[in-house]
């Protein structure tokens, strides 16, 4: 498979959004086949890869699912502790070995997505959707993250050739915009790019996405496409929420739903030549929701948008 060299923009969808997510939550989520086959059925063009073991592991294998669904593969999210050095080995171990898969079953284009390992400190699952800046990490906390993030993108692009993007995301030490800036701002342009995800810069504090878009648009080689309830984020804020009550509560709802101008977004990623996939992704937990429902409503709203 090779990347797309056309100037439009292709829509993918993500297994998070049939309940596919990095958490140890209770509920079955489906097997790959189907997902693949609904993410293909439902008119996407692309999918990224899930947590390492749901998708094929043999690179043949996944090369041939894959091609089957003439599905391309962007992307697998790897989520590492970056605040804490001695886990920084392990996720280059993992963030490579995830690379090395996907580069054997479908070319260096593929993104690592990396992120916090979200969800496990208390406190920022706690205040996910109302993080101020007292919440956020040390300046000796932020150089230990910064390092470790830079290392991995580093150990990525040497073994592998591929990209390295970093996933802002609530109940992580990266969710507001002003940590998503601090991030920036401190690790290498030429390694680490963003992946810009709307629904979580939204319900991470952000007033505007497409004005974060605007802010960090130099660094994103990467977008998610989510939506964010307002009500429900209010709710969140008033009954003092975790994270995953939010989730539960379906925070992230389907495309044009929420708050977000999916159509400005799309706009503005065309008037500055975006040359990459959006992705859809509706985080809902294991089991819960109708997952096929929703991603073809979300793929008949986006072509609302023009995409």
């Known amino acids: 498979m090779s990347q797309t060299t056309t100037a439009s923009i292709q829509v993918a969808n993500a297994p998070c959004s049939w309940g596919v997510l990095e958490f ?3 509920g079955e989520a489906l097997g790959y086949a189907q997902v693949l086959d609904e993410i293909r059925d439902t008119g996407y063009a692309g999918t990224e890869l899930g947590d390492w073991g749901f998708m094929p ?12 669904r003439r599905l391309e593969l962007l992307g697998a999210f790897v989520p590492v502790a970056f605040a804490r050095e001695p886990s920084h080995a392990e996720g280059e171990e993992r963030a490579v070995k995830t690379a090395r898969l996907m580069a054997e079953a479908a070319g260096t284009h593929p993104f690592i997505v990396l992120a916090d390992e979200n969800g496990k400190d208390a406190t920022r699952t706690k205040l996910a959707g109302r993080i101020r800046p007292e919440h956020s990490l040390s300046r000796p906390q932020w150089e230990t993250f910064s390092q470790g993030v830079n290392r991995v993108a580093e150990a990525v692009r040497r073994q592998t050739g591929l990209r390295t993007v970093f996933h802002h995301h609530c109940a992580g030490f990266v969710e507001a915009p002003w940590e998503i800036e601090q991030l920036m ?3 290498d342009p030429k390694l680490v790019g ?5 629904g979580h810069y939204t319900f991470g504090g952000g007033a505007d996405a497409i004005q974060g878009l605007r802010q960090f648009r130099d660094r994103v080689w990467h977008v998610h496409f989510k939506d964010c309830s307002p009500a429900l984020h209010e709710q969140s804020r008033a009954s003092q929420w975790n994270y995953f009550d939010s989730l539960k509560h379906g925070i992230f709802c389907e495309l044009g739903q929420g708050g977000i101008d999916f159509a400005a ?4 990623l065309r008037q500055t030549n975006y040359r990459g996939w959006i992705v859809v992704e509706q985080d809902v937990l294991p089991g819960l929701g109708a997952p096929k429902e929703f991603a073809r409503r979300n793929r008949e709203f986006l072509r609302s948008c023009g995409l």
Do not use: G, M, V, Y
């Not at 592991?57 to 089957?68: K, S």
């Not at 963003?194 to 709307?198: A, E, G, H, K, R």
């Not at 977004?265 to 503005?268: K, T, Y």
């Open 24 to 26: 140890d939550l209770p």
């Open 185 to 187: 701002n401190s690790t």
């Open 57 to 68: 592991t043999d690179p043949a294998a996944l090369r041939r699912e894959l091609q089957e």
């Open 265 to 268: 977004i799309a706009q503005e």
């Open 194 to 198: 963003l992946c810009f995800d709307t």
